[in-house]
């Protein structure tokens, strides 16, 4: 199997994480996030990926100078402007010359479970010219839901529905299998959205089937799912993966709760860290708490100082002693 994974949005919910690296290349727990979403392709067999890159691409190409990620070999493919996700797709899949073929698509920011062979397995079953894995969400009201048919296939594509109507609370998951024909009927070098655009014209010709799955998924894209889908991964939601790297110093006078300590991160006397992220090389200095909240790579939190409620500190800030910060983005997005 090949497959085009996404990688080329701005990351805007995200800053100021993203404001320095692209959201893909962000860590997870001990990697960048690319590597976990390309591994779990590689297990689902794929050999080949094109990155569809357009937000500072080289973030990508500099780190895999071998070619590999994961196992998996890698192809580039960098948009000189946006074209949304199916213009992405479609671009990335003619400059890696995967276009003549069946093709996985995915979104590179979902940490997921999700079978991929049972949605090629259902693909190839139903005859459609594409399928795409829907995933259950408490409160529909947020995405655009996908109604199916006994037959599994998509009715239509419903954006943000108000709670009490929605007709279902399955969403698009961000996984995709797609015939060549897909690919041909995208207009080339202009924006064009798989969700606005392709899957609710290829809905309204019944050609369009969904796989429907309740295995672990998260939308990495905001901090609340970023930080969510780390600790997932070590507190036994979804893996019991070490939470302290071993190149990490954690004082033995420090508290550390459900939380990751990344590579190079000192964790001093005093301090304590609940429920949050400290990413490569940041510092919580003496009597700090860090609490439900992500400091980012280098990023120093001095003596005494509170960082809480979802707070999000970019790399290489420094929040000042005794600061109390509860619900902010440092510096700033704007
Ligand atoms: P926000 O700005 O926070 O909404 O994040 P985002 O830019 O990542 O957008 P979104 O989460 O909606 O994108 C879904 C997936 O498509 C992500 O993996 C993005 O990297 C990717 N993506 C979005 N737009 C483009 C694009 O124009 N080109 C490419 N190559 N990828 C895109």
Redesign the pocket.
């Known amino acids: 199997m090949k497959a085009v994974v ?9 800053r100021p994480l ?1 404001l320095t690296t ?3 290349m962000l860590p997870v727990i001990d990697r960048p996030m690319i590597e976990h979403v390309v591994g779990w392709l590689g297990s689902a067999g794929v050999t080949d990926a094109v990155l ?4 500072r691409p080289e973030a990508f190409t500099t780190h895999y100078t071998d070619g590999l990620c994961a196992g998996v070999r890698l192809h580039y493919a960098v ?1 000189d402007h ?4 199916a ?2 797709i479609r671009f ?1 899949a003619h400059e890696a010359g995967f276009a003549g073929e069946r093709l996985l698509a995915i ?4 940490l997921t479970d999700l079978d991929l062979t049972g949605l090629w397995d259902l693909h190839q079953e139903s005859g459609a010219e594409a399928t795409i894995a829907l995933t259950p969400v408490d409160d529909p009201s947020r995405y655009g839901v996908v109604p199916t048919d006994d037959e599994n296939r998509v009715l239509g594509f419903i954006e943000k529905p108000p709670a009490d109507e929605a007709p279902t609370n399955w969403i698009n998951a ?1 996984s995709y299998v797609f015939e060549p024909s897909v690919l041909e009927g995208i207009p080339a070098d202009i ?1 064009v959205s798989v969700e606005r655009e392709t899957f609710p014209a290829l809905a309204r010709r019944r050609s369009l089937y969904a796989l429907r799955s309740d295995a672990y998924w998260v ?1 990495t ?2 901090p609340l799912t970023y930080l969510k889908a780390q600790l997932d991964m070590v507190d036994g939601t979804r893996d019991s993966l070490p939470p302290v790297h071993p190149g990490a110093v954690v004082d033995d006078e420090a508290y550390v709760y459900r939380s990751v300590i990344m590579d190079g991160a000192i964790i001093r006397s005093g301090a304590r860290v609940e429920n949050s992220v400290v990413s490569p090389s940041a510092v919580i200095e003496q009597n700090a708490v860090v609490r439900d909240s992500i400091i980012g790579s280098g990023a120093l939190v001095q003596n005494g100082a509170v960082v809480a409620d979802y707070s999000v500190i970019g790399s290489d800030v420094s929040v000042t002693p005794g600061a109390e910060l509860g619900g902010v983005r440092l510096p700033d997005p704007g």
């Open positions: 996404l990688v080329g949005g701005f990351g805007t919910r995200l993203t692209p959201k893909q569809a890159l357009g937000y948009e946006p074209l949304d996700t213009g992405a990335a979104n590179g920011d979902v961000g924006p939308d894209g905001t």
